[in-house]
């Protein structure tokens, strides 16, 4: 089909992927947490989104290019991890909302539009060098070299791809986003939660900011 092969493989190899936490998970938790399901799940639209942006650039060699490119590596690397750990001390410093006794808290300063979310989540995706590094070496492993299709074979592992993480993705939005109502009564839980989230935040943009090709 379109000189894929062996998709049985990728269908498993990206559920895995999908189920091990990483900055994508990291960024719909903390999100979930601070404004709720609808949150999350606005947040898991904007990361799929940003695959989508990485799919077509794989299927298109512009992801080669640019893996290629040790300046653009590092200025993607950089950006990525400075809009992380942003996000991270937004978290870690925001002021609890003044009506304690309703168990109201405010996460990350005022509430994100929908907009906002999703293009937050759009660009934690997109400046992520490790997901371009990703599609370029794991995609290729399930085309046929010599196929007269590959930009289609790409287009359509880029697409299996992208649905399943938004199923899991809107799956973890789903489960953070209950257990945060099931707390949202208390502020004090709600204040760690949002101090756990950005930590996670900040020390992902460490992480990133140090991460060699």
């Given at each position: 089909m379109f000189g894929i092969t062996h998709f049985e493989f990728f269908v498993v190899a990206v559920f895995l992927l999908n189920v091990t936490p990483g900055p994508d998970t990291a960024y719909i938790?903390?999100?979930?947490?601070a404004q709720g399901r609808g949150a999350g799940l606005m947040s898991a639209l904007g990361i799929s989104a940003g695959c989508c942006v990485h799919s077509l650039a794989c299927a298109f060699g512009l992801t080669a290019l640019l893996a290629a490119s040790a300046?653009?590596?590092t200025v993607i690397k950089f950006v990525g991890a400075i809009y992380l750990m942003y996000l991270g001390v937004r978290l870690l410093f925001a002021k609890p909302a003044a009506n304690q006794a309703a168990g109201e808290a405010r996460a990350a300063?005022?509430?994100k539009?929908?907009?906002q979310l999703f293009l937050q989540g759009f660009w934690t995706n997109v400046l992520n060098p490790k997901v371009v590094l990703f599609f370029v070496s794991f995609f290729p492993q399930f085309v046929t070299t010599g196929s007269d299709h590959k930009a289609l074979a790409f287009l359509t592992l880029g697409a299996v791809f992208v649905v399943m993480s938004m199923l899991w993705n809107s799956f973890v939005a789903w489960i953070a986003g209950s257990v945060t109502r099931r707390f949202s009564g208390q502020p004090s839980?709600?204040?760690w939660l949002d101090r756990s989230v950005g930590s996670a935040?900040?020390?992902?943009g460490l992480k990133l900011a140090t991460a060699s090709r």
């Open positions: 938790v903390g999100r979930s947490v300046t653009a590596f300063g005022a509430p539009s929908l907009r839980v709600k204040k935040f900040v020390g992902l």
